[in-house]
């Protein structure tokens, strides 16, 4: 994937594009606003929420422990992967020992960051999603572009579109003459899954959450589709983040109250469905979770950074971001876009690595909107500066870029009186050439010439001030 700023700008010539996240993202924030205007406690439910995950990873690996026992006394095997391979490994082997060679997910953004379905197309499985979003995006062999609604960049036109054309060779075809009525859409995209759904042997779910104490799963989602996969299949294996982890059920309480109201603006979401092991003749009768790391302890061992980790995956910071409203999540290059995904990619995978994840720090406004969008208090424009200084050490040594050398000149020129005088009196001549009015009514510069046009290309110069401060002081002789 290109660097953020190449992508960014590629996304934005596309109109269709931002009309269609624009409307999208607006219409939630607005759900969202008034079902959060109903609780008047919900500064301190979001207080409560940091704590308890905050207290949670000071003590994760009780936690994990816990968990992992009482999944096992209820009848779960319990695997551990360190990485995606591991995790991808695991799945592979469990399909190739049922015999099967098609599984149903529910949305799980642990698979799609190992990269689940690739890794069980070399071993001959399909995997077929089974959230309308992710049917969307797979038939139309796309990126999700939101952690909620995967495919909010297709408009109702575009659907029809995809599920004509590609739904006769994934199974069962589009009904004739389909129109982009949302409910025949819908109705399309349950009757080609019932038929998977029915077939199915095997299920590949995520988890929202996984109480400790109890050793239970729990998923929340608006369709029904995963209470579907997560009975009907004789096995089920659910990979899930090790900081998916909550003590108990009183701890969880809190979360399922803020995530719907974060997430879809809804008070309570339809379907909420938690499973503890296996039951003789009941739902599934072979349980596998895999309690996945992927660089969650990388995070965690980030004394700033570990805060990420509190994400309950809501999407109420993509929903407010400015960036993200423009840009789309393709741009982030990552299944986590948007603000947290602009944190959490780089705590996961590191600094340093590749390009394109040193550059997501930098997309951003620092404007602060998805701080307060966060249920969970995640202080993302903190966390975006902090890596933006981890980003700047992993890249020291080389020829020195442009910001760097412009740091150095800056720094020059303030630490020595005479020098500043110097520069203040050519920025009063700089004055007379601003002659474009801003937003605001203040003067402004135009282009600077290469390299400053790498700066002034994206954003506007204001004209320096006809006077100093220090020469105003001296004139008013104070």
Known sequence: ?????????????????????????????????????????????????AAIKDNTLRRLDEHLLTLEAALRAR???????????????????????HGVDEVVKVKSMATQEIGLN?????????????????????????????????????????????????????????????????AELAGAARLHLREKFLRAKMAVSGANFAVAESGTLVVVESEGNGRMCLTLPEVLVSVVGIEKVVPTWSDLDVFLQLLPRSSTGERMNPYTSTWSGTTPGDGPQEMHVVLLDNGRTRALADEIGRQALRCIRCSACLNVCPVYERTGGHAYGSVYPGPIGAILNPLLKGVGVDE????????????????????????????????????????????????????????????????????????????????????????GLSRLPWPGSLWTNARDLPAPPRESFRAWWRREKR
């Open 75 to 97: 009848g779960a095997t319990v695997h551990w992967a360190r990485d995606a391979r591991e995790a991808c490994d695991v799945v592979a082997r469990i399909a190739r020992e």
């Open 356 to 443: 394109q994840t040193d550059s997501l720090p930098y997309a951003s406004s620092l404007c602060g909107a998805c701080f307060e969008a966060c249920p969970v208090r995640i202080d993302i424009p903190e966390v975006l500066v902090h890596l933006r200084s981890r980003v700047v050490d992993a890249q020291r040594g080389g020829p020195p870029k442009p910001e760097a050398v412009a740091m150095k000149a800056a720094s020059w020129v303030l630490s020595d009186a005479r020098r500043l005088g110097l520069a203040e009196r050519g920025l009063s001549l700089a004055h007379r050439f601003g002659r474009r009015v801003l937003p605001g009514g203040r003067r």
């Open 1 to 49: 994937m290109p660097a953020f700023p190449a992508a960014a700008r590629e996304a934005l010539a596309d109109t269709q594009l931002r009309r269609n996240l624009a409307h999208a993202t607006g219409t939630i924030r607005g759900k969202r606003a008034a079902v959060v205007a109903e609780v008047a406690e919900w500064e301190e439910l979001r207080l409560a929420g």
């Open 118 to 182: 690739e890794a069980l197309a070399e071993h001959g499985v399909t995997a077929w999603e089974t959230d309308l979003a992710e049917l969307i995006v797979q038939l139309g062999d796309d990126l999700p572009s939101h952690i909620l609604v995967p495919a909010i960049h297709r408009n109702r036109a575009e659907i029809r579109e995809i599920f004509r054309r590609e739904m006769a060779t994934a199974g069962r075809p589009a009904p004739e003459g389909l129109t982009d009525d949302p």
